[in-house]
């Protein structure tokens, strides 16, 4: 390494300019963010809910048919969940380029993993749906509720290591501590972070459910156990209850964030999603208040307010981020700022050392000698052959050494000098014709 490179605490910023406004990346920040997310809280919710439902199945064979019903909808929520990551990792690589990857490089073989976990959850959730019937019997059905299970942990775990990440990337203070993914879940409030991720991953995925076997064109002939307005109620009353903990969890999460981010803009934006959290939670109630007959009629109402939520505590996220690192980013900035101020003096005392002392024609062809030596082949042909090759016609050895060819078979191909400059190789070329010519028989 470099010793400048090794010198520099941090490391240095990419003078490089975006592609486009900053503003553009952040707004397709934090909404890429929030697309992908959302599918992910489908996922986890959709995952967690099938495990509890087909337990409950055990008992009253409806509650299966209504697992089974939720887990055709994992393989397509996980599908969109994957894909729209795509987006915000692309933004968050270009914005926080030195943070992310110092996060990603700290958490090693954790982040890595992500990779095969992923694929081994793909596998088991697809597994789990499609042996549904066949495995429905005694020991087969403890089988299937197993892998139902296996792939939940599975749901739980990967974006648990998503989340250690994007929480160790805002602490660079604290980076010198963290010896891989185990000890990053000391720095700043991982598990907070991670309850409220899950409620929100359940209540997203009640309110989802409601609306989807709520809907008209709602095909419930798998689920004759239910009326359409039990569906409703059911899913409503997963998303109500969870929704009312996360006022419980929130505040955790809001008091135990370390105070380098915390700003009354973050406060402000906070407050806002939750006051909305909170009215979206009384329509909640008031829906479930109703009856058969009436019950979904404030869905869309309550879905437009639930995404102001979401898009509030999305931005409220990003805030926090910004103030978290404002420092970190502007000691980048400074050190990048001495770095390429050392660098080019670095370049320029050493540019101007060829010139302070010019080098003899002998000295020069010291570069050569290791392969070229006056009356015997070494590497390379001797000066002797060489100076019948090319007498009177220096500038052919300086051709030939700034891009050799490939001329004898049983040699080596000789690397090129076009750095040395015609000059200099003018001087090798006149030396070796003259050394030669001597050297002759
Ligand atoms: C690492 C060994 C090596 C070094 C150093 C080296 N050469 Fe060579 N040189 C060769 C080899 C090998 C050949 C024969 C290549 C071939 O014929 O394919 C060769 C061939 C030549 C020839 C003959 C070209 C021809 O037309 O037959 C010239 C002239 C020559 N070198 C000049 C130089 C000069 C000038 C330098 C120093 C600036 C230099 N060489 C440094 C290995 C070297």
């Known amino acids: 390494m470099h010793p400048l490179f090794a010198a520099t605490p941090v490391p240095h910023d990419l003078p490089l300019p975006l592609p486009i406004p900053e503003w553009t990346l952040v707004a397709c920040l934090i909404l890429f963010f929030l697309i992908h997310i959302l599918f992910v809280n489908l996922m986890v919710g959709g995952s967690l809910l099938v495990v509890w439902l087909e337990w409950m199945g055990r008992r009253q064979r409806r509650w299966d048919d209504l697992a089974h019903a939720v887990a055709e909808t994992i393989t397509v929520n996980k599908s969109l969940a994957v894909v729209m990551g795509i987006g915000p990792l692309l933004c968050i690589n270009l914005l926080y380029t030195m943070q992310w990857y110092s996060a990603n490089a700290l958490t090693g073989h954790a982040w890595l993993l992500i990779v095969p976990l992923v694929i081994v959850a793909f596998l088991l959730t697809y597994v789990h749906k499609y042996t549904w019937e066949s495995w429905s019997q005694g020991r087969l059905k403890i089988l299937h509720q197993s892998t139902g299970i296996a792939a939940a942990l599975f749901f739980l775990f990967i974006p648990f290591i998503f989340l250690a990440n994007v929480n160790l990337m805002l602490f660079p203070s604290e980076w010198e501590k963290v010896r891989g993914f185990f000890s990053s879940l000391r720095i700043g409030n991982v598990f907070p972070r991670y309850l409220h991720f899950l409620a929100a991953s359940l209540a997203l995925t009640g309110l989802f459910l409601a609306g989807w076997f709520g809907r008209k064109q709602a095909n419930l002939t798998h689920l004759a156990g239910f009326t359409r307005p039990e569906l409703r109620r059911f899913f409503y009353r997963v998303c109500a ?19 380098v981010g915390i700003t009354t803009r973050l406060y402000v934006i906070i407050l806002s999603g939750a006051a909305v ?26 879905v ?18 910004e103030a978290a690192l404002t420092s970190h980013k502007a000691e980048i900035r400074e050190r990048t700022v001495a770095y390429q101020a050392a660098v080019a003096e670095f370049n320029r005392t050493h540019a101007a050392l060829p010139k302070a ?34 007498a009177g016609n220096p500038e052919g050895i300086v051709a030939w050494a700034r891009a050799p060819g490939k001329k004898r078979a049983n040699l080596p191909p000789m690397p090129p000098f076009a750095h040395l400059g015609d000059a200099n190789l003018r001087l090798i070329a006149e030396y070796m014709i003259t050394k030669g010519e001597a050297a002759q028989p």
């Open 241 to 259: 209850y969870v929704t009312a903990a996360q006022f419980v969890v929130g505040p955790l999460l809001l008091f135990t964030l370390p105070a």
């Open 357 to 390: 002392a010019a080098q003899s024609p002998e000295e020069l062809f010291m570069t050569c000698a290791a392969c070229h030596a006056p009356a015997v082949q070494l590497v390379g042909p001797s000066l002797v052959e060489i100076a019948t090759i090319y």
């Open 277 to 302: 959290g909170l009215l979206t939670l009384l329509l909640l109630f008031a829906e479930l208040k109703r009856d058969d007959s009436r019950i979904g009629g404030l869905y869309g109402v309550i």
């Open 304 to 321: 437009a307010l639930f995404s102001i939520v979401v898009l509030g505590m999305g931005s409220g996220r990003h805030v926090y981020r």
